[in-house]
């Protein structure tokens, strides 16, 4: 795993550049899909494993954000990333960068929510609605409405998603809400950082990697107003009366660094694709987290929910497949 942090700054401090443009065609979009699950499904261990023993999720997710903004204010100091020039703030790109680190902070949020109320495998269950939020979300902002049977490809995706949720052993209501109201925020930061990046006027320096550091340095801004006036200092009470503190710190500093590089592999991910495919990715990557989990965890899953969590899945691949038909047959 210590390779894949290395990987992981390695390929962020390139922007992503690491080989020849020919082969770089090839591989590139595999390769940061590839990475960005090893990343996700060290994290969401990590993380359940923290939650398991502080359970204060609210300021879990606000230190974790805090992290991240910390490993990205360094890596510009000391020149790795350029110094980003940023949008005016009254400006449609500001607004935008706003509203993405925004419904950042909320969808972190929810999700450690999610995860500390339930298992990691159903809150990933229910993660898996994500492309249907992304593309009832991008009709909301875009106005962009594609071929009804794209639409009509999501069903077996709700329906299978339904069924995994209604026989899940271990349901929760916290973690399923919670998790449904991430999907919402989630992609409305995929729609609004997608529009930021496709911006005319936006600078040089705003590359996608910068742009997520810029969010998540405003999200924990929201993240730290949201623990302070929800749990207080819970968390900090809990990790210094522990006799196993240190691990804990080192657990929670891990789980923080590993988030934000998960994220930062996404929004250059993001940057390589639009923001449907990214959900549809990042739907595929929950198969992963989820059979890791149920390793790690040892957590029953019934047959019922197994089916339907395939049927959801298999929902994924089929609207995939229907987009692309459809976006060919536009361009002709």
Request: proline fraction near 4%; charge should be positive; charged fraction near 10%.
């Amino acid at each position: 795993m210590k390779s894949a942090i290395k990987s992981a700054i390695n390929s962020v401090s390139s922007g992503g550049a690491q080989a020849p443009p020919t082969f770089l065609s090839k591989v590139k979009v595999p390769s940061l899909f590839l990475l960005w699950y090893m990343l996700n499904v060290y994290y969401n261990i990590v993380n359940k494993k923290v939650l398991n023993v502080v359970p204060a999720p609210i300021t879990i997710s606000a230190v974790q954000l805090l992290i991240g903004s910390i490993y990205w204010s360094l890596t510009v100091l000391v020149g790795l990333k350029p110094k980003p020039k940023l949008p005016c703030p009254v400006h449609r790109d500001g607004l935008n960068i706003g509203a993405a680190a925004f419904s950042h902070s909320c969808g972190q949020t929810l999700t450690v929510v999610s995860l500390g109320a339930g298992a990691v495998s159903f809150t990933h269950i229910v993660k898996a609605l994500e492309p249907f939020f992304s593309a009832m979300v991008s009709i909301f902002f875009t106005k962009k409405v594609m071929h009804p049977n794209v639409y009509l490809s999501l069903i077996p995706v709700v329906g299978g998603v339904g069924l995994a949720c209604l026989k899940e052993l271990s349901y929760s209501h916290v973690a399923f809400f919670a998790a449904l109201g991430s999907n919402l925020f989630f992609a409305v930061r995929a729609v609004k950082s997608k529009q930021v990046m496709q911006s005319e006027k936006l600078d040089a320096t705003i590359t996608p990697s910068n742009l997520f550091g810029i969010q998540t340095c405003l999200a924990t801004v929201v993240g730290l107003l949201f623990a302070l006036t929800m749990e207080g200092f819970k968390a900090v009470s809990i990790v210094s009366s522990s006799d196993n503190s240190r691990l804990l710190m080192r657990a929670i500093f891990l789980s923080g660094l590993f988030h934000y590089l998960n994220n930062e592999v996404m929004y250059m991910t993001l940057g390589q694709v639009d923001a449907v495919t990214l959900a549809v990715g990042n739907t595929m990557k929950r198969v992963f987290i989820i059979v890791a989990s149920v390793i790690v965890f040892g957590n029953q899953v019934s047959t019922e929910s197994a089916i339907g969590s395939a049927v959801g899945i298999g929902g994924v691949l089929l609207y995939s497949l229907t987009k692309m038909k459809y976006e060919k047959l536009e361009k002709k």
